[in-house]
């Protein structure tokens, strides 16, 4: 088996409405082998928000069976500029892409713990 690419989406809104706009970055806690694939941890994957506040960005399931370490997470910071009525620039959540995801998406707001309000 080897690794499951999931594309993480989400729309990030400004308190009015407005699409929001910045950078999230994701980064691995561990580096991830699956078969004869490697992923590093050291250097983070950076997506920048289109104009209508739309994150899409192809990971690699850090869940996949066969994956080790089996406890790895991505470090999700976020450096936006006024998403959501939430302060999000700077903050940081472990999250864990699943590679069973309905038709290989999901959206980041359900990864996030529910306080985080996305």
């Known amino acids: 088996m080897s690794v499951t690419l999931v594309t993480v989406s ?7 409405g407005t699409a929001a706009s910045g950078t999230v970055a994701f980064r691995l806690s561990a580096r991830i ?9 050291e250097v983070p994957v950076h997506s920048t928000l289109d104009g209508t506040g739309h994150l899409s ?18 470090i999700v910071t976020f450096m936006l500029n006024g998403a959501s009525g939430v302060s999000l620039s700077g903050d940081e959540y472990s999250i864990v892409v699943p590679y069973n995801a309905p038709g290989g998406t999901v959206d980041l707001g359900t990864l996030l713990p529910a306080q985080v309000g996305l």
Do not use: E, I, M, R
Not at 10 to 16: I, L
Not at 33 to 41: G, I, K, M, P
Not at 57 to 74: E, I, K, M, R
């Open 10 to 16: 989400h729309v990030f809104k400004n308190p009015d």
């Open 33 to 41: 082998t699956n078969s004869d694939v490697t992923y590093a941890a």
């Open 57 to 74: 960005q192809v990971l690699p399931a850090n869940n996949d069976p066969g994956t080790t370490p089996a406890s790895s997470t991505y």
